[in-house]
């Protein structure tokens, strides 16, 4: 039976103070359960209805039964999951160096954490191992970012810097493109290798990170009046040029 002291723990995971604090995440439902398994990551704990206990039995040697009642105390979701883990946090790799030779997006200032789930889910999809957030965007770790990865989460490594420092170090030898909407077609880019950085969702690129940037590539419109994309299916567009010209 859990705890108030536990289910109190667990709720307070919703936070990010309180996710460094005890350097605790949440998975949560039967597929990122699953995905979780075959992972690397490090358990602290597993939470799993009696029906999923006799589905995969031994997954989670160590799990505990409860009900779907006590579950839905301690869900993120909408409706109750067949089970929860609490996660340990990876140790963050400190000084990321972008490599030369390999493609990557960065992302500077992305608030929503849906937005930065999918964004991770998309970088697994097309084979990218490392994204890079401005230090100031939304935490990796948090429930519905985890969810909306899909467990992407778990092959994909998040690096949190300071994007214009990063980009400036970087940029004599490796190709940095901003997408923007003034910039040259993305489809003539031929895209290889090198950074894409993608803005915030309602703002775009900020000024001190746009100093560090000199080529701009534009995702072309056909005689639509929408004035932009969301960041996500930008990123995604972006994803799938760099796949073909691969």
């Known amino acids: 039976m859990l705890s108030k ?30 995905e979780l ?20 039995l031994n997954l989670f040697p160590n799990s505990e039964v409860v009900s779907e009642t006590e579950l839905s105390k301690i869900s993120f979701l909408k409706t109750v999951s067949a089970g929860l ?7 963050a790799e400190t000084n990321f160096i972008p490599k030369k030779d390999n493609f990557y997006l960065a992302l ?24 890079i957030c401005s230090s100031d965007s939304v935490d990796c770790f948090n429930p519905k970012t985890i969810q909306a990865s899909m467990g992407a989460i778990f092959r ?13 170090a970087i940029n004599k030898d490796i190709p940095v493109y901003g997408a923007d909407m003034k910039g040259d077609s993305l489809f003539k880019a031929e895209l290889k290798n090198g950074i894409v950085v993608v803005g915030n969702e309602a703002d775009g690129l900020r000024t001190e990170t746009r100093e560090q940037i000199a080529n701009y590539v534009a995702i072309p419109k056909t005689n639509s009046q929408a004035e932009s ?3 996500a299916v930008s990123a995604a567009i972006i994803c799938a040029e760099f796949a073909r010209n691969a």
Request: proline residues 3%; aromatic residues 8%; charged residues 30%.
């Open 85 to 91: 883990a609490l996660v340990e946090i990876p140790k």
């Open 229 to 231: 994309l969301n960041a």
């Open 5 to 34: 002291a536990k289910t109190s723990l667990i709720r307070s995971l919703e936070q990010k103070k309180f996710r460094k604090e005890h350097n605790l995440f949440v998975v949560e439902g039967e597929k990122m359960l699953l």
């Open 156 to 168: 994909v490594k998040v690096h949190y810097v300071n994007l214009p420092e990063t980009l400036k």
């Open 108 to 131: 500077d200032g992305i608030r929503d954490p849906g937005n930065l789930g999918t964004i991770i889910r998309t970088a697994d999809w097309f084979g990218l191992s490392d994204l």
């Open 37 to 56: 398994a075959n992972s690397s990551f490090k358990v602290s704990e597993v939470f799993v209805t009696g029906q999923f206990d006799d589905k995969h």
